[in-house]
């Protein structure tokens, strides 16, 4: 019976390893999927607003769990008043807050700020770091922060993956992964060099705007043809938009 049951679980483990690789799109078809998304988009970049990689790593650090949007509005009423890590760190955690208290865990996140400031000015001379592990050191700051900062603000191929590129990866077949790391593993491997720099913005934005978590607006989706989600949104296919 042992026997019986293992051969079992084999089997099954055969098969789902056999229809992964089968979900997964072909090298040929993920050159073609980036090529149509740089066509739609060819410079994309992040939507939050920022002038200087501290600004940024404080807006995105502020981004966990709240739209861009909302954090847009909270900075445009932060940032002229204090946009350094002294400026924050002498605006202490109660002199932060009512500049974020519309976003979400704005009690939590002022605190991270405030730290992060603080460390920055103490152990890097008030400068952002540039590798990972110092990013990840920061109070408030875990790898997809780090991996957006380092992308967005010192053009390294990095890929943060969020909750719409995970989904997107996942749906599409071009990097399915159970988990964040999973899937950013898979990205890195799949994504040709050329795209590298420039796939975690075009991902991110497709899964934002086109491949929506309750509803993918497949009839306007680019690479409908390609993905490989079988729950598509029916409707004819129409000129593709962000």
Not at 1 to 9: D, E, G, Q, S, V
Not at 198 to 206: N, P, Q, T
Request: glycine residues 6%; aromatic residues 4%.
């Amino acid at each position: 019976m042992t026997r019986a049951i293992a051969k079992k679980a084999a089997r099954k483990t055969a098969a789902k390893l056999k229809q992964s690789k089968a979900k997964r799109l072909s090298p040929r078809e993920v050159e073609e999927l980036f090529s149509r998304l740089s066509d739609l988009n060819p410079a994309p970049t992040t939507e939050l607003e920022y002038s200087t990689p501290y600004e940024l790593l404080v807006a995105v650090t502020l981004s966990a769990q709240a739209t861009d949007v909302g954090v847009n509005k909270a900075t445009r009423k932060l940032f002229p008043v204090a946009n350094t890590p002294a400026q924050i760190a002498a605006l202490g955690v109660e002199g932060l807050k009512p500049y974020i208290a519309t976003i979400g865990l704005f009690n939590t996140k002022a605190a991270n700020v405030v730290a992060m400031a603080q460390q920055l000015l103490e152990l890097h001379g008030g400068e952002v770091p540039r590798t990972r592990a110092e990013l990840e050191a920061l109070p408030g700051v875990g790898r997809k922060t780090a991996n957006v900062v380092l992308n967005t603000a010192f053009g390294e191929p990095t890929i943060a993956v969020d909750t719409h590129i995970f989904r997107v990866a996942n749906r599409t077949g071009l990097a399915p992964g159970k988990d964040v790391r999973a899937v950013e593993a898979g990205l890195e491997k799949a994504v040709p060099l050329h795209y590298l720099l420039d796939a975690h913005h075009w991902l991110i934005l497709h899964g934002r705007y086109v491949c929506k978590a309750r509803k993918p607006d497949c009839p306007h989706c680019a690479i409908r043809d390609l993905c490989r989600f079988p729950d598509k949104t029916p409707g004819e296919p129409v000129p593709a938009v962000r």
